[in-house]
Nanobody, 124 residues
Framework: QLQLAESGGELVQTGGSLTLSCAAS????????MGWFRQAPGKEREFVAA????????IYADSVKGRFTMSRDTVKNTVYLRMNSLKSEDTAVYYC?????????????????WGQGTQVTVSS
């Protein structure tokens, strides 16, 4: 089992920045591709960003491209999501997930493990 724990979510003003963290434990973290997804109230969980197992390739949803950056630190077994220029529509619970196949994927069904989520609220 791979355990994932997100942190860093909070209330932030429109236009502000925030960095989310996801700490992994229990298995060899470096073998997994990692993803960030989010779910707003009344909406489906949607893809935000993903990074491959080695950190050489990352992909982003169009809605966050140019504003969000995903990275990973294999020594710390942690992935990060740096979010800039936050908008009210970024308000959601953010989840990290791990994919054993190792390649960055936007598809929820590809992910084997999920964290419990962290709340991000963007308010003016």
């Amino acid at each position: 089992q791979l355990q994932l724990a997100e942190s860093g979510g909070e209330l932030v003003q429109t236009g502000g920045s925030l960095t989310l963290s996801c700490a992994a434990s229990g298995r060899t973290f470096s073998n997994y591709a990692m993803g960030w997804f989010r779910q707003a109230p009344g909406k489906e969980r949607e893809f935000v960003a993903a990074i491959n197992w080695i950190g050489s390739n990352s992909i982003y949803a169009d809605s966050v491209k140019g504003r969000f950056t995903m990275s990973r630190d294999t020594v710390k077994n942690t992935v990060y999501l740096r979010m800039n220029s936050l908008k009210s529509e970024d308000t959601a619970v953010y989840y990290c997930a791990a994919d054993f196949r190792g390649q960055a994927s936007p598809w929820r069904s590809d992910y084997d493990y999920w964290g419990q989520g962290t709340q991000v609220t963007v308010s003016s």
